[in-house]
């Protein structure tokens, strides 16, 4: 696909004044098409993705301008005009922004090169009504035009260049689109709509306008339309002040998820949102949002992430990352600052103090509104809760593990499944968590492995279903991270049910103590024997009480990687040194019964040998690791299968 699109680019240089027409990517093909039908039943949201569009143009152009002048030079008034053409049926868009250049044109409107297309596509699944859902959570932006208009006329001059270096693109929508110079007067982009014949509502300045008023009332800039009556002049039909701006108290939930909508560029409503203004050392506000859902992209470290920044409302920089944590990198919004320079870079961004305090502040509004959401008793704040869980909390999660100074803020908020949970579901918190602890429990025990299903059944919390002990199954990667950094919570050390010698503190009891020291005077003989069966495979064969029901399983020292750990670093291509395992045996399985008779009857050492391998593999599989010889574990598994008629 990248390679086409180069040669696009390279045609469309050779040829730029000609008309010549040019292939949309075949992604784009098929967005329009899917777009165009499933869009359907909500036509009306194209108008608030073209002034959306107008509106960063315009915010594009007044940054530009911040270091040079003569961009904006006397048509300093940015604004958006909507005009309604019944005669030739067309509704038109026209701005006094950024404008685009023909290489700007092909690369933003001819290619759909954005993050997470193909996730996207990948997501499709052929049913037009699921499919649907996906493309209002993809957004479409632009090409939303096409769900009203069988062509659209798009003239566009790029800012600082000269009126016959202007571009006119034109498309039916269907699968190419004309490129072609033309003189443009005046700089910006103007979009015409040519209207289906079944979209005349359209031509209708009243229902325009209501449109208007209630999808982008909060663009900053004006939106003009002609007022009513012959003869009549221009308004601004929408209010055109920022809306962050304005008292809270002054807009409505609807207008703070229209907001929403264009700074995210989303199509769904945002779960919550905080909306502040800070005084003090640095003055700023803030109006910060949780989306409703997690872009295709979430899980990429590196994706593109923050707010918008502005500095005394003129727009700076998209994805300012460094007013947000990375662990709150699903957070949308915007921060406008009245201290920051103009010309802020980056670069400077990195280094500032003053951005240092905005970060924390951000960060504490962020967690408040969290927080706010998961102590609510109220049902629908809940169910918001679970769904920001859902889609966010393994980005989240990275947080106990980054931000030291609100690890325990942090961590309050993570939910998880246990052993107590419905299901899969994550419901479980720390709290939760305590609140249900036994009597004597003095810690929060958790298992780690690949999968859900893996940890569930893991043979390490046999003893804890025995004994009614909840433990937590954490089954992502990221839990790894986060658990090498945090070691208790609220005074209650976590402790891995596979590491070190499981001491149950108060659980155990004395009795049973008593008799597994008994035990292990008993099988002494065969635990040395094991040892030298196994050699360097393991550190130590002990019995363990950690089982009821396997015969064995492994278990690692306080401080040793988990096997679980080992086996992620390894597929991240990390090489690691990892010391050899104890082998813990169940004194009570017939399994462990059958090698001490084979002791005791004096079997052949090979055959011995054997078994204690077998042990030590089913052990290591059941565990979620990977033999080092499988083959050869089959050929003893099926030898001693034969054998034991
Ligand atoms: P998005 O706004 O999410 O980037 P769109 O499909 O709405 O996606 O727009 C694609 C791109 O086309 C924009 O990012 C911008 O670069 C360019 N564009 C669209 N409309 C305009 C406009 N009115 N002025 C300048 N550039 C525009
Ligand atoms: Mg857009």
């Not at 962020?366 to 109220?378: F, I, K, R, T, W």
């Not at 005791?600 to 979620?624: H, M, N, T, Y």
């Amino acid at each position: 696909m990248t390679n086409t699109a180069t040669d696009t680019v390279d045609a469309a240089k050779a040829a730029a004044t000609a008309k010549e027409t040019l292939s949309f990517q075949t992604e784009v093909k098929q967005l329009l098409q899917l777009m165009i039908h499933s869009l359907y039943s909500n036509k009306e949201i194209f108008l608030r993705e073209l002034i959306s569009n107008a509106s960063d143009a315009a915010d594009k152009l007044r940054f530009e301008s911040v270091t040079q002048p003569a961009l904006l030079g006397e048509d300093a008034d940015l604004k958006v005009r909507v005009t309604v053409d019944r005669e030739a049926r067309t509704l038109t868009i026209a701005d006094n922004g950024i404008g685009m250049s023909r290489e700007d044109v092909i690369a933003n409107i001819g290619t759909i090169a954005r993050s997470g297309t193909r996730e996207f596509f990948k997501s499709l699944t052929g049913d037009q009504a699921k499919d649907a859902h996906l493309i209002g959570q993809f957004g479409v932006g632009f090409y939303s035009a096409f769900i009203v208009a069988d062509r659209v006329t798009l003239i566009t001059r790029r800012a600082g260049l000269a009126a016959n270096e202007a571009v006119r693109w034109e498309s039916d929508g269907a699968g190419e689109f004309t490129l072609e110079a033309v003189e443009k007067p005046t700089r910006g982009t103007e979009v015409t709509l040519h209207l289906k014949s079944g979209d005349d509502d359209f031509l209708d300045d009243w229902r325009v306008k209501s449109v208007i008023r209630k999808y982008s009332d909060h663009i900053q800039i004006p939106v003009l339309m002609k007022g009513d009556g012959e003869a009549a002049t221009e308004e601004a039909v929408n209010r055109a002040s920022a809306l962050w701006t304005r008292p809270r108290n002054d807009i409505s939930a609807d207008q703070y998820e229209e907001f929403y909508k264009h700074v995210a560029h989303d199509w769904e409503s945002p779960l919550t949102w905080v909306h502040a203004k800070v005084e003090g050392k640095q003055e700023y506000t803030q109006l910060l949002y949780i989306p409703g859902r997690a872009p295709f992209d979430l899980f990429d470290r590196d994706r593109k992430h923050g707010v918008k920044l502005y500095v005394r409302r003129v727009f700076i920089m998209e994805d300012a990352e460094q007013l947000l944590p990375r662990y709150l990198r699903f957070v949308k919004g915007v921060v406008d600052s009245n201290d920051l320079p103009l010309n802020v870079s980056r670069e400077i961004l990195q280094e500032s103090r003053d951005v240092d305090t905005i970060r924390a502040g951000c960060t504490k509004k962020a967690l408040g509104m969290l927080e706010e959401l998961a102590q609510s008793d109220n049902a629908a704040n809940k169910e918001k809760f679970a769904t920001f869980w859902k889609h966010f909390g393994r980005v989240f999660k990275e947080g106990i593990a980054e931000d030291t100074a609100n690890r325990d803020r942090i961590a309050k908020l993570c939910r998880f499944v246990s052993t107590a949970s419905e299901g899969d579901a994550q419901d479980t918190g720390f709290a939760d968590y305590i609140a249900r602890m036994k009597p004597g429990q003095d810690k929060l025990y958790y298992v780690t492995a690949d999968t859900l299903a893996a940890a569930r059944n893991s043979p390490h919390l046999e003893v804890f279903k025995k004994k009614g002990v909840e433990v937590l199954l954490l089954a992502e990667p990221v839990d790894e991270w986060w658990l090498g950094m945090l070691e208790e919570f609220e005074g209650k050390k976590l402790a891995s049910v596979a590491k070190g010698d499981l001491d149950l503190g108060a659980l155990a009891d004395e009795s049973e103590k008593k008799a597994q020291d008994a035990i292990s005077d008993e099988l002494k003989p065969l635990i040395e024997k094991m040892q030298t069966a196994l050699g360097e495979r393991v550190k130590a064969v002990r019995v363990t009480h950690r089982l009821t029901e396997s015969p064995a399983c492994l278990v690692v020292d306080e401080n040793e990687l988990s096997g679980n750990l080992e086996r992620l670093l390894k597929a991240a291509g990390q090489k690691v040194d990892r010391a050899a395992p104890t082998l813990e045996i169940n004194p009570d399985h017939p399994l462990v019964r059958r090698l001490e008779s084979e002791i005791k009857g004096d079997s052949e050492d090979a055959r011995f040998a054997d078994w204690a391998l077998v042990l030590f593999d089913q052990a290591l599989l059941a565990e979620g690791g990977q033999l080092d010889d499988p083959a050869g574990f089959v050929k003893r598994l099926n030898s001693l299968i034969l054998s034991s008629r």
